[in-house]
């Protein structure tokens, strides 16, 4: 369920018009300009207009809140990654994952091909090891050594009103990335890239 509430009011008693809005002055003063010469016509079209154009009220892009999950197409656990620099830490286990969503990234309605996303991820690390490969343990326990951030930005493939169900983030090998917005959950047969095989254990 949702709710709308008023825009606040900022200095000077002014607040920007939401595209509803804008349309039923565009519409009033369309009516207003009925029986006008062609030159008022003109001039109240444009005041119209300029209604919109500082906020872009009129133009404003439609967007729609999707839950996120991420599928590891790899033998490395993915620890944490974030979606355009949001996120937090959510372990994907090798060759898994995709069980579970996480509230929320946004997106256009429409999609539009210029539409691109940054995903910056971090592998489960290595247990610190010596000279002649034996594990490290300091005060009773092992050294995890964190590995290093990676960031790739993708598009995002096209997808219509009835895709709308979730973004996925794929995790391939060479430490690629890939998106998708589908109903579909990834381990249905006709989803791609295909659903892996569950692999290696977390160090």
Request: glycine share 10%; aromatic share 8%; hydrophobic share 35%.
């Amino acid at each position: 369920m949702s709710t709308t509430s008023p825009r606040p009011m900022p200095e000077g008693g002014l607040r920007p018009l939401s595209p509803r809005e804008g349309m039923q002055r565009l519409k009033a003063l369309s009516c207003a300009a009925t029986g006008l010469s062609k030159r008022w016509r003109l001039a109240l079209t444009a005041a119209a207009l300029l209604l919109c154009l500082p906020l872009s009220a009129c133009l404003e892009e439609e967007t729609i809140g999707l839950s996120y999950q991420a599928v590891n197409h790899t033998d490395q656990w993915v620890s944490s990654f974030l979606i355009n620099g949001e996120g937090g830490v959510i372990n994907v286990p090798p060759q898994g994952g995709g069980g579970a969503t996480t509230c929320c990234v946004t997106l256009p309605r429409r999609w539009n091909p210029d539409m691109k996303v940054t995903i910056k991820w971090q592998g489960g690390g290595k247990w610190l090891t010596d000279a002649d490969g034996k594990e490290v343990i300091r005060d009773g326990r092992q050294v995890l050594v964190e590995d290093p951030w990676i960031e790739r930005t993708v598009p995002v493939p096209e997808y219509t009103a009835q895709d709308l169900g979730h973004f996925t983030v794929h995790f391939m090998p060479n430490n690629q990335v890939q998106v998708k917005v589908s109903v579909l959950y990834p381990w249905h047969k006709d989803y791609l890239p295909a659903y892996p095989k569950q692999g290696a254990s977390q160090p």
